[in-house]
């Protein structure tokens, strides 16, 4: 069984016993929430290259979550991190993505989903883990299903989305045969990302699980 393990953390301080704890509990592929929301991009870049130094020293791969209140919650600042980034390493930086966070930030719509989130594709081809939450504009999570067993039309706006993104990274050759981590991600009440009066996100979960089987096994055929 493979163990994702996770570090939410801005203090340089706390890296290395961070990919310790989770080395500890078998997690070798890691999502990073690094750093907050008014972190400057220069002070997001030393971040990073300090704890992908200590992901090398101990041997596991990281990615940089695409998230709200991080350094990376909005386009122009994740791409800013990852340019800088690449102009220093000469590599791009790996990336966790969730696309909903971005989503919300610009108001999108399902006919322009695409065209406005796989503006780098270099940068989701380089991704090994990508949490798919339905998403529109103006939510960061919609329904899967509409209590009943039925898809809502949100979740059928979003899925052709989790196709391009899929699609995307399959058509990078350096992928063949590499593993990628795509969670059904759908935040409980608690969290905020659930409403009380919506179908259990954990139920939701396991739906769209299965929908993005579908979408894997049709573009794997």
Not at 138 to 147: N, S
Request: overall charge negative.
């Amino acid at each position: 069984m493979t163990v994702l393990g996770y570090i939410g953390s801005g203090k340089a301080s706390e890296f290395a016993g961070a990919v310790q704890a989770n080395k500890d509990e078998d997690a070798h592929y890691i999502n990073v929430q690094l750093a907050d929301e008014d972190t400057l991009t220069p002070e997001a870049l030393g971040l990073t290259l300090l704890l992908m130094q200590e992901a090398r020293r101990q041997g596991v791969e990281l990615g940089i979550e695409i998230h709200r209140d991080t350094c990376t919650e909005t386009p122009e600042k994740s791409y800013a991190l990852a340019d800088a980034y690449q102009k220093v390493t000469g590599e791009l930086l790996p990336m966790t993505w969730d696309f909903s966070h971005f989503s919300v930030v610009k108001h999108l719509r399902p006919d322009n989903y695409a065209e406005r989130l796989l503006v780098r594709p270099d940068l989701v081809q380089k991704a090994q883990q990508f949490h798919f939450r339905p998403f529109n504009g103006h939510h960061c999570q919609v329904p899967v299903t509409d209590g009943h067993g039925h898809l809502t039309t949100e979740v059928k706006d979003y899925l052709p989305l989790v196709e391009a993104v899929l699609k995307c990274w399959l058509s990078a050759k350096e992928n063949a045969g590499r593993d990628l981590f795509a969670v059904p991600e759908m935040g409980p009440v608690s969290s905020g990302y659930n409403l009380s009066t919506l179908p259990s996100s954990w139920e939701d979960a396991k739906v769209l699980r299965a929908e993005i089987d579908k979408i894997w096994r049709r573009l794997t055929a």
